[in-house]
T-cell receptor, first 112, second 110 residues
Framework: DQQVKQNSPSLSVQEGRISILNCDYT??????FLWYKKYPAEGPTFLIS?????DKNEDGRFTVFLNKSAKHLSLHIVPSQPGDSAVYFC???????????FGSGTQLTVLP | NAGVTQTPKFQVLKTGQSMTLQCAQD?????MYWYRQDPGMGLRLIYY???????DKGEVPNGYNVSRLNKREFSLRLESAAPSQTSVYFC?????????FGPGTRLTVL
């Protein structure tokens, strides 16, 4: 039973447009959410996070939105750049232990 | 400051062989983790160590053992490798609010 789901395995977007990556979760105990970016043959790198006490967090071109009632979060990238092409993982954690549960990832391709 | 380092980068084993994956971090983080990544399944937690001297099972611990040798080092051992353990293994460490990942070890078990 996947507690964190990324239902779109892939997404293609034109350079300069908005990329929207989605993530759903089922465990209502999750109170902290993160997005990681992963290039081939490298480890995932942290992108942005959000606590459940917020519904939005921004960092430059990246914004994460959290809808607790729908158990849904999304990552917006504006404007998208070819260097953003990577696999994006959504992750969630609960309590002080902060062990992460990951989604299966979405491959984003930004076309020049 | 090298972050999280993992050795080896690649390894091919035969079924039944044993090996140890090494991980070290130089960021003075208390928590360390081992994950495996398989196609279409994201990263799954194998074992973690919240602090030096403690280890706990994650989601998929069967077939693995770990040792938290000191604050810097956290190793993962496969005692008798099986083809189902073919995967990419990532070590990570955490100061609390995010995990910093190593570059990964690609393991193939024939």
């Amino acid at each position: 039973d996947q507690q964190v789901k990324q239902n779109s395995p892939s997404l293609s977007v034109q350079e300069g447009r908005i990329s929207i990556l989605n993530c759903d979760y089922t465990n209502s105990m999750f109170d902290y959410f993160l997005w990681y970016k992963k290039y081939p043959a490298e480890g995932p790198t942290f992108l942005i996070s959000i606590s459940s006490i917020k519904d939005k967090n921004e960092d430059g071109r990246f914004t994460v939105f959290l809808n607790k009632s729908a158990k849904h979060l999304s990552l917006h990238i504006v404007p998208s750049q070819p260097g953003d092409s990577a696999v994006y993982f959504c992750a969630a954690a609960s309590g002080s232990a902060r062990q992460l549960t990951f989604g299966s990832g979405t491959q984003l391709t930004v076309l020049p | 400051n090298a972050g999280v380092t993992q050795t080896p980068k690649f390894q091919v084993l035969k079924t039944g062989q044993s090996m140890t994956l090494q991980c070290a971090q130089d960021m003075n983080h208390n928590s360390m983790y081992w994950y495996r990544q398989d196609p279409g399944m994201g990263l799954r937690l194998i074992y973690y160590s919240a602090s030096e001297g403690t280890t706990d099972k994650g989601e998929v611990p069967n077939g693995y053992n770990v040792s938290r040798l000191n604050k810097r080092e956290f190793s993962l051992r496969l005692e008798s490798a099986a083809p189902s353990q073919t995967s990419v293994y990532f070590c990570a460490s955490s100061p609390r609010d995010r995990e910093v990942f190593g570059p990964g070890t690609r393991l193939t078990v024939l």
